[in-house]
């Protein structure tokens, strides 16, 4: 293959286009795993970063910025950047509207207690990041309220924050709205039609995967989550946080589910999510007008304000990736990674071309400190190529993509963003109430059930061929791949 077609050109050979990645790389490790700052604004900084040192290396200036501006302008980018901003409005109402309270009242009524209660967390877990799209604000959100109530109710502390986490992984690998699910549905496109794949088909394909996985991982937390042995001050801490208004915003959450579903539009979907999701809030008193978007001491406030500029940091780090990734595609080197994969003996059946899906997402999110956006993005491209040369359907390649990401790499103790922000919100709490005992990151990983039930019902998925799709006439599934290509 001549390297003359292609004007991204480097001195000391193409190899030198990866560097921008690299370097990206470098301070994912550096903020993620060593100084435990997960600040997407400081990787967006470290990303452009790489683009600024790689130009110095291209032997045409011109070419090689034409190139960042072609991949940051692509379709994909630009979808995946609008989708999140409008997305963002809707997460921080729902982080508003105390859907997690609603939750605490329901335990509390019914009286659970110990492997139960560890079991009922895991469950309301699911249901808000599912509601939330952000499994970094159901950390946030659920330990401070359901973490001490459960230990004081007999739960055992490490798996109790497994379940927890297992929660947020749950939602972040299904929900419709999560940065993951969008990133590894819009890096998939369809070869017999127009497009990239849709959100609602790609969740609603892999809905079974996920409930399957979640209802093994029930009955392992309803098995193994604790004694039940009640402790002072459970009752006090439970009234404190427990609000039954908060399960009335599931409805705005439904809507957004059934138009998702009914148009496979996210942006009617998000708009009507984000208008009942305000009436509803209003009208049962979640949050008053001046919540919705306000000013304060000159500054705007609001959790659509709030819900925007959130995503800022996220829509920069995509654009520094895509950036990074139209370099690696107009220098050659993009071309030549896929053919080494698609090329190799593994890749030669389907079974061995989603193994190597399985196999290149987990490589990726380890290598990205658990971020799992950020794999699911650098490795889309090549599962795309590789999954649609045995026409197997978007939607099977984007679960695979998406799955293995939020399985084991996505809470191995020393590198996962996951497990560093469930300790970092776990030790206030600890320093706070004397009965709380510390848990380490391994004690969190022996309890995270989900991710490694996730990985199992995967594997077992590809080995046996069940529910394998291809692409057929128009986009559609179908069970045997076409005879003529």
Known sequence: MSEKKYEAEFRGGQFWAVLPMVIFLVFCVVYFVIFKVFDMNALAVGGFVGLLVGA???????????????????TTSVSIVVILLVIGM???????????????WVAHM?????????????????????????SIGTLSTVFPILYPAGVLLGSNPAILAGAILSGAIFGDNLAPISDVTIASTTSQRFRTKEGNADIAGTVG???????????????????????????????DILQANMNPMGLIMLIPVALLLFVSIRTQ????????????GIVVGLLCGAFQPSDILGIQDGNATGFIYNGFTGMIGICLFCMA????MGVLNESGTMERVIQGICNCSLAKTPRGAELLIGIGSMISTVLLGGVTSASVLTFGPVADELGARHQIHPYRRANFLTGYANSFPAIIPFISAFVFISVSVIEPMVEEYSYLPSVTPIQIFSGAFYPMVLFVVLTVSI???WDRKYEGPNGTMVSEPSKSK
């Not at 110095?56 to 692509?74: D, P, Q």
């Not at 539009?265 to 009942?276: E, H, N, P, Q, R």
């Not at 990736?321 to 990074?324: E, S």
């Open 56 to 74: 110095l290396f291209c032997k045409n200036y011109g070419a090689y910025w034409n190139a960042v501006l072609r991949g940051i302008g692509s």
């Open 265 to 276: 539009d996210i942006f009617k979907a998000v708009t009507a999510g984000l208008i009942s």
């Open 205 to 235: 394909y892999r809905l079974k995967y996920a409930l399957i996985a979640g209802a093994i991982s029930l009955v392992i937390f309803a098995i193994l989550g604790g004694g039940g042995t009640s402790a002072a001050g459970a009752d």
């Open 90 to 104: 809707f997460t921080k109402l729902m982080a508003a509207s105390g859907v997690s309270q609603g939750f605490v």
């Open 463 to 465: 080995l046996t061929g």
């Open 110 to 134: 019914i009286g659970m207690k110990g492997s139960v209660f560890t079991a009922f967390t895991f469950l309301a877990s699911c249901l808000i990041t599912s509601a939330t799209g952000s």
């Open 321 to 324: 990736l895509f950036g990074a």
